[in-house]
Structures are given as structure tokens and as C-alpha cells.
T-cell receptor
Framework: EDQVTQSPEALRLQEGESSSLNCSYT??????LFWYRQDPGKGPEFLFT???AGEEKEKERLKATLTKKESFLHITAPKPEDSATYLC????????????FGKGTKLTVNP | DAGVIQSPRHEVTEMGQEVTLRCKPI?????LFWYRQTMMRGLELLIY????????DSGMPEDRFSAKMPNASFSTLKIQPSEPRDSAVYFC???????????FGDGTRLSIL
């Protein structure tokens, strides 16, 4: 069964303190890995898609990387407005290629 | 451009009542997805449509759940009869293609008492 595990479940950072979120997956053939940001009371907002090991994508203070077994979302010099839950989802070769989501990492950045 | 619009934003009702959730996808998006989000299970796909046709409803938990898409700009998810375990946040998302990024609405928070 396809599985997506995100760690840590929650992370508290001071403003400017860089860190990384992890998304590890066990799937039958990866067809894409997606990162979303979700603010309280809102729907997930698309950030990045990664397709192959070694691929990297950047947006402002966020950088997503992909290996054969996991993805990292690096946050450089975070600001309080980066506080949100970050969701990882994978699309696999198996079944109907539906997105399988992790449970997310709740990031809090204190000023 | 307007994003995906869902209504109502909040719904509180008693067990046994019929609940109807509504979604207006982004214009031009051919795919529409219904998800349910809970603390225990995270985001789970319930059903998705392509060009108004249901393609995969294997995520629909029980026969009490049904979904329709009568036209390209409107979809409903209905629960009848509702049960307390149906309490969750229900999201609708749309996309230009099955493998393209999905754009989510802000969800309906459903509480069944």
C-alpha cells in the first residue's frame, strides 16, 4: 500500500532560523510529488511539483528537493507569515494514480 | 480569477438529516475532486469527475454518500442520512488535467450532532 509520512508533526522556529521538513514515501512508482501549504480555515495552496530524483524547485524562502525515497522542504530565514501546515502528496503508478497525502507538518515561526 | 468556491462554509446539523455541500470549480478546469480531511486520516479523495462524468468513486465511504456534477460549473456532495462520524472538513478541488496541480476551495466544516 502506498504510504506518505511527514516529519516532524509540528515544528517551532524563531524568525530567521532555517530548517527542513521531511516527506518520506513508499510507493509503487512515483509519478510526481506535490507540496502544498494550508493556512487555518483555508484549503491547501499548491507550491511545487517534483518528478524525478535530484530535481529542485524554489519559491521565495522555500526550496523543495527530491530523492528516490523522500523529499525535503527547506525553509531559509523563515518569517512569521511562513507559519502554516505544509502537506506533501504523491501520485503513483499504481491504481488510478490518485494523490495520496501525508498528514502534514505544522510550522510555527515566532517573531 | 475567482478560485474554487464552496458553500456553505460551516454546517451544523443533527444526525439523520440530509446534508448537501456545493462546489463551483474554476472556469475551464475539466477535473473536479471531492476530498475529506480529518485529524486522524488527513486528506482523502472521495470521488472525482472529468468533464462532468464521475470517474472514480472508490473513496466514497458508504452508500449514504453521493455526488453529482450536472454541469461544468457546479457539483454537489450529499450525505443522507448523516452520522456523527461524518463530521470533517470537506474540500472541493479542480484542475486543468488529471496530473496538473489541484486548486482547492476553502472547504465546508461539517459537524453532525
Amino acid at each position: 500500500e502506498d504510504q506518505v509520512t511527514q516529519s516532524p508533526e509540528a515544528l517551532r522556529l524563531q524568525e530567521g532560523e532555517s530548517s527542513s521538513l521531511n516527506c518520506s514515501y513508499t510507493v509503487s512508482g512515483l509519478r510526481g510529488l506535490f507540496w502544498y501549504r494550508q493556512d487555518p480555515g483555508k484549503g491547501p495552496e499548491f507550491l511545487f511539483t517534483l518528478y524525478s530524483a535530484g530535481e529542485e524547485k524554489e519559491k521565495e524562502r522555500l526550496k523543495a528537493t527530491l530523492t528516490k525515497k523522500e523529499s525535503f522542504l527547506h525553509i531559509t530565514a523563515p518569517k512569521p507569515e511562513d507559519s502554516a501546515t505544509y502537506l506533501c502528496a504523491v501520485r503513483t503508478q499504481g491504481g488510478s494514480e490518485k494523490l495520496v497525502f501525508g498528514k502534514g507538518t505544522k510550522l510555527t515561526v515566532n517573531p | 480569477d475567482a478560485g474554487v468556491i464552496q458553500s456553505p462554509r460551516h454546517e451544523v446539523t443533527e444526525m439523520g438529516q440530509e446534508v448537501t455541500l456545493r462546489c463551483k470549480p474554476i472556469s475551464g478546469h475539466d477535473y473536479l475532486f471531492w476530498y475529506r480531511q480529518t485529524m486522524m486520516r488527513g486528506l482523502e479523495l472521495l470521488i472525482y469527475f472529468n468533464n462532468n462524468v464521475p470517474i472514480d468513486d472508490s473513496g466514497m465511504p458508504e452508500d449514504r454518500f453521493s455526488a453529482k456534477m450536472p454541469n461544468a460549473s457546479f457539483s454537489t456532495l450529499k450525505i443522507q442520512p448523516s452520522e456523527p462520524r461524518d463530521s470533517a472538513v470537506y474540500f472541493c478541488a479542480s484542475a486543468t488535467g488529471f496530473r496538473q496541480p489541484q486548486h482547492f476551495g476553502d472547504g465546508t466544516r461539517l459537524s453532525i450532532l
